[in-house]
């Protein structure tokens, strides 16, 4: 552990600390280290082995929309910085510098509307996935759950970061389904987005007017770099369902009635291509409510995580799992009648017949039925992600084609085995990709995941390194490299990608005079430190960007 | 143990958050989603499992430093341990509820005190009991009871009361009846009387670690002596501790440790006790969470890397006492039972434990009406519990919140459903 990022963190002045106070009252601001060191501890998805991140100054707990856009007032007159946390799930919740004040949103937790009608809820921050879909099932609703689980909240995934999902390929992507939002602008100022602006209701993200949903959340999201959504607008899906799947019992020992309109299937396919062909085939026919391709021992690490460290020591059981079952797909069918759910069915046999797929259906088979159906439904076991040994990263690829992501997978295999041989990084079998689909296979999605130890010194040294090594392999195979959210890694790539951080730090300045966000994870760079990096891995990642660097006349030849 | 002895417990919160919730595939509901009543009601992240075990890794490593704002904190939890046991849904590495009572143990050791927790420790050494009452008295609910003097005689089954059950005048009854109902079943029961002490674990949970090895000490010794070959207790709290605090502190009770609901469920099973009297009333159970999750008996501790600990060896509550009470409730003649939405491991505290009721008694009473509130929603006429700590501060609440809503002790249902005359009850 480190302590080196307190070395120049400064207490609040008692001026600013007085104006907090004065707006959301003594009990809902703190100053007191160890209640701040609560926002510093950041360890996941968090590449810098210390763990810590800036400590606030202060964090406040605003209740309102009003209560936000005064501290985010306090904030420019004192010079200070703001950055928002919802559920906080990830290092980008955290600050990037020494001057923040971390507004946390946990008392802003309503769901103010579910209009079934229309189909859209309209949330809070701290309004979590789980939360959300309980309230709109009860309706025949569902909406979109993000990978990270359903401890995170819907309106930060929709309008600030990321929004990927097992449900994409019927539910789509977080901002896909936004439909309106709530924006404290940098300076205090609030903006409404979309048709609720003009009185309409939360039916359009955009108009009348010209839409600002690019400037607002553009691909990746700004992560409180550009201000903070106070309520949004979701779009919900059809949920054809029981109002509650009756549980007994908790994660591994639950024992779920599964709805009779679900079925779900584990496919196999003898190679790469018929899988690919086949899930091409899955979009065009438009079935599927949820899919995925997870590795087998995904699964197995997730639920028992001990018996994958018996088959990666043994190399017949290895195999097996890593050869035998590696071209896996995972598709759940949701019918509205059972015409339908049958229907469904048939096209997915069919499909695995002309391509020499099997499958298995899971919920022939109670105990795995009981497991797997809230796992992926709800995705209640991501938080079991971490039993393996305790922290997971990724190495993220940009939203692309199925068969782009599939070659991503394979890349990102082929960096994780020399790690995992160095002893840099857990044994997982290397293949272990988080992939999922959207709107019936327009585009896809393709995370690799790598388990960790931070306890373990050797596999902290290994996290720098390995992410210089994804980012080569993505640039060098002309792929957006990996999480946009990194300073380091924008000043790298930016200027690969028709420097699309000028951009950004245009629409930073225009919108923040005082330059009062915290835009560490928005559109700051800095500088990579390569101490860690083998020479030869340095001297290829600066040919490579030598080679495809825009100019000023466009892209690379 | 100490502090230091979990770092790595500390370092490996992944911050998911996952504490603060009810396991997610048991949400069922925006309203009662969440599980943790500290980060509840006072929102700071430092409130939740994940926060206060940051606040031991940035005090072990030097980022900041004990005072009372932080020893405050480390108070305000009623170490219900509904945080550890949705960690450990997905966790097998985290001992949660080890590491807040480490914290409380280290700020003891430190000096930073609550003083109503000194004084619960004062009344203690000299009282022997939490309330501060006469030991004298101790006995005194059972004056007239055909119960036996284990201090002088050997019995089958040694009976517990508990300090709230031995001096809160609204509990007399219970007790009492309690003693009855062993007594109509043809039990031969034997009591302490006011040789009975504290089990020791209120202490344990405040921080006092060397009181509590004294009272499973002398208590052990006690049943030794008694011969007992049951000890039954209606106090959850006591029971939890006899199953699990002891134990682990190497003072395992020589005979089988029941709470009073499992034994009543056992004697109407084997039809030593009739249910006759109708019961037209529907009610709710709240699952105490010393009975529940924290009634898990100790399992044995794992030396190695907590990664690879096996999951028999993993304390999340499933091995808790949860359909005693719930077979008791079906057992009354005319009764029904609906269910809370946060129940048995996810149950959501009552608001009376870690020494909260006593140093912080409006976020206890707080928790408490948040429990009333989710009884009220289920439409239940009645709330049924078995435990005194949790009948004493739902009763204030549903009082305070003017609900038409009666809290019963399982045993005063078990005692008129057998139709023990009023008379024979005090």
Redesign the interface.
Known sequence: MTTATLDTWKEISEAAYQDLENVVGTENVSREPAVLDGYAWQPTINDDPAKWVKRPVAVVLPSSTEEVQEVVRICNRHGLKFKAFSTGWGVYSGPTYDNVVQIDLRRMNRILDIDERNMYALVEPYVCGAQLQAEAMKRGLNCHIIGAGPACSPLASATSGWGVGWDGIYMSYGHRNLLGAEWVLPDGELLRVGSSDSGLGWFSPDGPGPSLRGLMRGSTGALSGLGIFTKCALKLYPWPGPSRVRIRGLLLDAKAEIPENVRFHLCFFPDRNRLADAVYRIGEAEIGYLATRTAVAAFIYTFAPHLLRRIAGTSNLRDVLSKGTKWGFVIMLVGASEEEIDYQDAVLRRILADHEGLSIEAMGVPAIGSMVFMNFFRVTAIPMVFRMGGLFSTALDRNDTWDTQLDWAEIGESIKRKWIERGGILDDLADNPFMALYESNMWAHCEEIFQYDARDPKHLASLEPMFIEFSIAAIEKCMEPLSATDARLRKLVSPLMGHYNEWQKKLSGALDANRAADTGMYCDEIDFDFSKVEPELKAKLDRLTEKFRWTEEGPPS | MALSDYQ?DM????????C??V????????RF?KNCPSICR?????YSG??RM??G???L??????ND??AE?VYKCQLCGACD?ACK?????IDLTEVLLELRAHCVEQGFLMVEHMAMIDALKREDNVLGEPKAKRGEWAEGLPLKDINRERCEVLFHAGCRYSYDPDLRGTVRGAALLLLEAGLDVGIAGAEESCCGGRAYELGYRGEAENYAEDLLSRVKASGARILVTPCADGYAHFRYLYPRMGKELPCEILHMTQLLDRLVREGRLRFREQFPLLFTYHDPCHLGRMGEPYLGDWKGDK??R??SLKR?G?KGVYEAPRNLIQALPGAGLVEMERIR??SWCCGAGGGVHEAFPEFSSWTARERVEEALATGAEALATACPWCVRVLRDASREMRAELPVYDLVDLALQAAGIAEKERV
């Not at chain 2, 490593?61 to 004990?66: A, D, K, P, Q, Y």
């Not at chain 2, 849904?89 to 590495?93: G, K």
């Open positions: 790595r370092e490996g919160c992944s911050r998911c958050s996952s603060k919730w396991p997610f595939n048991q949400i069922k509901s925006w989603a006072y929102n700071f992240h430092a994940s926060g940051i606040i890794l940035s005090l490593t030097g980022r900041s430093e004990l704002n932080v904190i046991t849904v997905y966790r097998d590495d990664l690879q096996p999951m999340a499933r491991e996810y």
